[in-house]
């Protein structure tokens, strides 16, 4: 199974139905090695102490390099899924916007390493920082 993604509309399109669509998650731009996306921080989203829940966070950050893992995934994986991540928490919030960029800082034969940063959009404070790893399946024939 080749399920690999190659150009924005499709990446666009990738997640309805899913989870990605549930977050509210939005696709800001993406290119070889980075993409930036964007989740509107609604009430359902807040844990019961009224922050954002770490758990969204953790959704918008492995979504967006799940999303730039697919867009730019070798010819020789078919697909790929996370086997670890880490986050570190250093800020929140109730309202407004949160924005996310990851990086690829590593792209090796079996595996990709990303980086993640969680901003509040019309500040652009940071409230998590995110890595995750990625293993590359290979293509089913």
Known sequence: MNSTVRTIDELRGWGRGNLPELIGFELVGAEPGRLVARMPVRRDLLAPNG???AAAVIALADTSCGYGTMFDLPDSAGSFTTVELK???IGTCIEGVARCEAVR???GRTTQVWDATVRIESTGKSIAL???TQILLNRQS
């Open 51 to 53: 922050y954002l829940h």
């Open 87 to 89: 986050t570190n928490f």
């Open 105 to 107: 800082v590593h792209s």
């Open 130 to 132: 995110f890595r995750c």
